[in-house]
């Protein structure tokens, strides 16, 4: 491998840069541009330099034919790279093999890298798939398109380890809620979410925070197999039948309520947002009084009253009778939701609206794209990983991409590239903790090491200026 023309080219440009007019508005830049170019033309070189080595060595000359060597393009995550890619045939059974791909563990006519098809995917935990192709990948931009395919594409997931809790609460408190996306096929689709908490972290603050938070989504299971996604998940991390209550809370869907096989002991809270916004609101059109006494008609059992005061407003807005019939229903069918709300217990309002609108909904809900199942199943196990607090590696990129981790370590004879140190004299009056071994690949001619030697003079003297 060749690192003086480099090292040259880095030096060239950097006097060139310095010979032109800098400002503060484009030093850093200038400086950044140049690096960036290094760093591609360091990754090419490599590469180029792995390519040849097994082009020349014996055990390539033993086992196979060289086919033809061509310039391949690919796109990685720091720009994108144009290399020499060899093809061989094997002389026992005639197989084709492209050192290139076991290299960097790539598929045939796989043009992105899989380092940059892992920045692609963590942006895309934190931002919309269109920005993550606008700013994943530096000095590149793909499609948003491109980006959706690497997210379908996703099969595996990553095994979440559940810690045991070290202090047993008295009260959990699990919210759920759905989330609607649209469909590339057409239609909508709704998804269930949900939230496992302890409650407040502290009470006395105005901006009150929840204590151990879990996310929960999925597009393709159905509320009853979240449910026992859940209760594995609580099963895992607390001891169930210590609790003293477990309340859940939700807008009374009939998917939300069907709880009773997991946790039988669960009481239903109906959430306040829809109980008074969204039910009462429509029927009694804002007037305070008349809700207060629909509210008190309903937690003190009185349901046949609260008909007639219904009736009374339905007569006032007869159009609307269909919808306010509705509403009404919808309250009698909660009532012990409703009633709920007063328990003793109960010190946490349901707060899954503003949760679902933060941690999915403005990625889902307001895209103006359709989803396929599979993307927006692999969307929401991104966007789950990240409220849970989870810092995607590459590892486990390998594990969401083909379900465990199908790489090996590279072996490549590095005696020729790194065994010539650096002159720590250079550093002497640095503190120790500074001091570096760098190492410099061995040259190929002895007017390389010339050269070395020349440049290594050269940055002395202006050290010691």
Same mark, same amino acid.
């Given at each position: 491998?060749?690192?003086?023309?480099l090292i040259?080219?880095?030096?060239?440009k950097?006097?060139?840069?310095?010979?032109?007019?800098?400002?503060?508005?484009?030093i850093?830049?200038?400086?950044?541009?140049?690096?960036?170019?290094?760093t591609?033309?360091?990754?090419?070189?490599?590469l180029n330099?792995?390519?040849e080595?097994f082009?020349?060595?014996?055990?390539?000359?033993?086992?196979?034919?060289?086919?033809?060597?061509?310039q391949?393009?690919?796109?990685?995550?720091?720009?994108s790279?144009?290399?020499?890619?060899t093809?061989?045939?094997?002389?026992?059974?005639?197989?084709?093999?492209?050192?290139?791909?076991?290299v960097?563990?790539?598929?045939?006519?796989?043009?992105?890298?899989?380092?940059?098809?892992?920045?692609?995917?963590?942006?895309?935990?934190?931002?919309?798939?269109s920005?993550?192709?606008?700013h994943?990948?530096?000095?590149t931009?793909?499609?948003r398109?491109t980006?959706?395919?690497?997210?379908?594409a996703?099969k595996?997931s990553?095994?979440?380890?559940?810690?045991?809790?070290?202090e047993?609460?008295?009260?959990l408190y699990i919210?759920?809620?759905?989330?609607?996306a649209?469909?590339?096929?057409?239609?909508?689709?709704?998804c269930?979410c949900?939230?496992?908490?302890e409650?407040y =972290?502290? !009470?006395?603050? &105005?901006? *009150?925070?929840?204590?151990?938070?879990h996310y929960? /989504? @999925?597009?393709?299971l159905? $509320?009853?197999?979240?449910?026992?996604v859940?209760?594995?998940?609580v099963?895992? =991390?607390? !001891?169930i039948? &210590?609790f *003293?209550?477990?309340?859940?809370?939700g807008?009374? /869907? @009939?998917?939300?309520?069907? $709880?009773?096989?997991?946790?039988?002991?669960?009481?239903?809270v109906?959430?306040?947002f829809?109980?008074?916004?969204k039910?009462?609101?429509?029927?009694f059109?804002?007037?305070?009084?008349?809700?207060?006494?629909?509210?008190?008609y309903?937690?003190?059992?009185?349901?046949?009253d609260?008909k007639?005061?219904v009736?009374?407003?339905?007569?006032k807005?007869?159009?609307?009778?269909?919808?306010?019939k509705e509403?009404?229903?919808?309250i009698?069918?909660?009532?012990?939701g409703?009633?709920?709300?007063?328990?003793?217990?109960?010190?946490?309002?349901?707060?899954?609206?503003s949760?679902?609108?933060?941690a999915?909904?403005?990625?889902i809900?307001?895209?103006p794209?359709?989803f396929?199942?599979?993307?927006?199943?692999?969307?929401?196990?991104?966007?789950v990983?990240?409220?849970n607090k989870?810092?995607?590696?590459?590892?486990?990129?390998?594990?969401?991409?083909?379900?465990?981790?199908e790489?090996?370590?590279?072996?490549?004879?590095?005696?020729?590239?790194?065994?010539?140190k650096?002159?720590?004299?250079?550093s002497r009056?640095?503190p120790?903790e500074?001091?570096?071994?760098?190492?410099?690949?061995?040259l190929?001619?002895?007017?390389?090491?010339?050269r070395?030697?020349?440049?290594?003079?050269?940055?002395?003297?202006?050290?010691?200026?």
């Amino acid at each position: 491998m060749k690192i003086i023309p480099l090292i040259d080219e880095i030096y060239n440009k950097f006097c060139n840069v310095f010979q032109k007019s800098l400002t503060p508005l484009n030093i850093e830049s200038n400086i950044r541009d140049v690096g960036d170019n290094f760093t591609i033309k360091l990754y090419e070189n490599f590469l180029n330099f792995f390519d040849e080595q097994f082009k020349n060595s014996k055990v390539r000359k033993s086992n196979y034919y060289v086919k033809e060597t061509r310039q391949r393009t690919l796109i990685t995550s720091v720009g994108s790279i144009t290399v020499n890619c060899t093809s061989y045939i094997s002389k026992q059974d005639k197989h084709y093999y492209v050192p290139l791909r076991d290299v960097l563990h790539l598929k045939s006519y796989q043009r992105l890298t899989n380092e940059a098809e892992y920045q692609l995917i963590k942006y895309t935990m934190d931002e919309n798939m269109s920005q993550s192709a606008k700013h994943a990948l530096r000095n590149t931009i793909v499609s948003r398109s491109t980006v959706s395919k690497k997210i379908s594409a996703l099969k595996g997931s990553i095994n979440e380890k559940i810690e045991r809790a070290t202090e047993q609460p008295d009260i959990l408190y699990i919210e759920m809620d759905e989330i609607h996306a649209n469909l590339q096929k057409g239609g909508n689709k709704i998804c269930p979410c949900a939230i496992v908490h302890e409650g407040y =972290k502290e !009470d006395f603050v &105005k901006r *009150k925070v929840l204590k151990n938070i879990h996310y929960f /989504a @999925s597009a393709k299971l159905t $509320y009853e197999q979240l449910w026992e996604v859940i209760f594995d998940y609580v099963d895992k =991390k607390y !001891d169930i039948q &210590k609790f *003293k209550t477990i309340f859940i809370s939700g807008d009374g /869907a @009939s998917g939300i309520k069907n $709880y009773k096989n997991c946790f039988p002991n669960a009481k239903f809270v109906l959430d306040k947002f829809h109980y008074i916004k969204k039910h009462l609101n429509y029927i009694f059109k804002y007037d305070s009084d008349l809700k207060n006494i629909a509210d008190d008609y309903i937690r003190n059992d009185k349901i046949d009253d609260f008909k007639k005061l219904v009736d009374i407003q339905i007569s006032k807005y007869l159009p609307q009778e269909k919808y306010m019939k509705e509403h009404m229903n919808y309250i009698i069918k909660n009532v012990e939701g409703i009633k709920n709300q007063k328990d003793e217990n109960y010190k946490v309002h349901c707060s899954m609206e503003s949760h679902v609108n933060q941690a999915f909904a403005r990625y889902i809900t307001s895209s103006p794209y359709g989803f396929s199942l599979d993307g927006l199943e692999n969307k929401l196990k991104l966007l789950v990983y990240h409220a849970n607090k989870i810092d995607l590696t590459i590892e486990d990129y390998y594990n969401l991409k083909y379900g465990n981790n199908e790489y090996n370590e590279i072996n490549i004879k590095i005696n020729k590239i790194c065994n010539i140190k650096y002159d720590q004299r250079l550093s002497r009056n640095h503190p120790l903790e500074y001091k570096i071994n760098t190492n410099i690949p061995v040259l190929d001619t002895p007017e390389e090491n010339n050269r070395l030697r020349e440049l290594l003079a050269i940055r002395q003297e202006v050290y010691m200026i």
